[in-house]
């Protein structure tokens, strides 16, 4: 063919293509473009956040995923179900996915890749225009571990301020104070911290007031993010205090598990809503005397009832 027919037949399609009525899609992407969890245990559930992006999203498009990974694809779900709308003025356009391993699975690794495919949703089609479709893939890599995996981050940290403790009877109920954790749980076992510490100084850090800890600790399913609080109870008074917190994994300090926070305690019955220690929060040495005491009674009402039954028999068998 001569430079002269090649040229006339590229116009020929340049021109056909600019008198063709048809819908443009603009640029599609996905991030992150990927689905990594190598901390798997069967039964668990893991879930993440993939946000699908476009430039122009001008009118509405439709979404289908197809699932690619060899003998785990009935794992897989969205929060969208698997054909979705991306609608129109949505530059970005958030997607949970997950994945639930079921009891059943085997020990190993499962890769493969999630591909998307979109393009225009029919009703935005008018007679003669041309879909185009664009998608992308997810790559998936996944692995069923054996091994029970325990371990978290710890993403902010807060104190909240606290009431006095006050006098209740003839017990004393210290000052309650909660600090809250969020903490994400990266394992595939149940975990958390498994005690906080706190260490409380003077506004100035010049003297250490007191020192107390917790175990009691609510922990987090596998792979989920949480906010949780470790309850702590002072008998300091009304004051500014300074808090050296360590939030501990196992019987070391957890990465960025340790820090400083402010500690503002004020007279009791100032905070509204304010829910105090109760008798049940105090030490079991210090509930122990209640106890007792209740048993003592009890024991008594016990004897003078036997008491009373044998003086009854007695003045029967008398009377006969």
Known sequence: M?????????????????????????????????????????????????????????EDWEAEVEIEVPGAESWFSTDSGLNFILPKGEKQVPIIFSVDVP????????????????????????????????????????????KGIFDFKIWSVKVSDTEEGRDSWWFYLPGKIKFTMKIE?????????????FDIYDENKAELLESIETTEIEKIAPFETKEITANLF?????????VKFKIFKGEEVAQKGEGELDLNIVPYGTIPDYVGAS????????????????????????????????????????KK
């Open 279 to 318: 008798f049940f929060d105090l030490p079991l040495k210090e509930q122990l005397p209640l106890y007792i005491g209740i048993f003592l009674i009890f024991a008594l009402i016990i004897f003078a009832l036997v008491r009373a039954i044998r003086r009854k028999r007695r003045t029967v068998k008398i």
């Open 185 to 197: 749980n990266t394992g595939n076992i149940t975990a958390g911290p498994t005690k906080v510490q």
């Open 103 to 146: 009891q059943e699975a085997e020990f190993g690794t499962y890769q493969g890749f999630l591909r998307i495919k979109t393009s225009a949703a029919p009703k935005s089609l008018e007679g003669g225009t041309v879909a185009i479709a664009l998608g992308g893939r997810i790559e998936v890599d996944l692995e069923v571990s054996e």
């Open 234 to 242: 002072t008998k300091l008074k009304p004051g500014r205090y300074l």
């Open 2 to 58: 001569s430079s002269k027919g090649l040229v006339t037949i590229l116009f020929f399609v340049l021109l056909v293509t600019l008198l063709l009525p048809q819908t443009v899609l603009g640029g599609f992407g996905i991030s992150p473009p990927y689905f990594v969890n190598k901390n798997l245990a069967k039964g668990s559930h893991y879930e993440s956040k993939i946000i699908l992006v476009r430039d122009d999203p001008v």
